[in-house]
């Protein structure tokens, strides 16, 4: 009858950390996504598409291209500047030991 509450205590500890993870995560993607439809709708020339993701520097590129005669606003290389730091945060949680058990568990994989 003692083991009962520690394990319901264990249990419970264990499923909060889950979800917190897992909200963390998903909150990291929702933010990428949201960038990327920022960066979509201020230059419709790259051709993002609304809640895709693709790699920072290959848009970095693409706005070069199709900016040669103009300068690129310091706004976008904000956005460009913000996908590249959450992309690296997010990946690093990914790799974390704890926080990979989760990921795995939940499905997330490496953007």
């Not at 990428?32 to 790699?55: N, Y």
């Not at 706005?63 to 005669?69: N, P, Q, V």
Request: charged share 25%; proline share 5%; with cysteine.
């Amino acid at each position: 009858m003692g083991f009962i509450p520690l394990f319901l205590t264990v249990g419970g500890a264990c499923l909060l950390f889950f979800l917190t993870v897992k909200n963390a995560m998903q909150r990291k993607l929702n933010f990428q996504r949201d960038l990327f439809s920022k960066l979509g709708l201020d230059h419709p020339e790259l051709g993002l598409i609304l809640g895709e993701i693709a790699d920072p520097e290959v848009v970095l590129e693409r706005l070069r291209e199709s900016e040669k005669e103009r300068k690129i606003s310091k706004k976008s290389f904000e956005l460009i500047r913000q996908l590249k730091i959450n992309k690296y945060q997010y990946n690093n949680l990914i790799k974390k030991a704890p926080y990979n058990w989760v990921a795995k568990i939940s499905g997330f994989q490496p953007i």
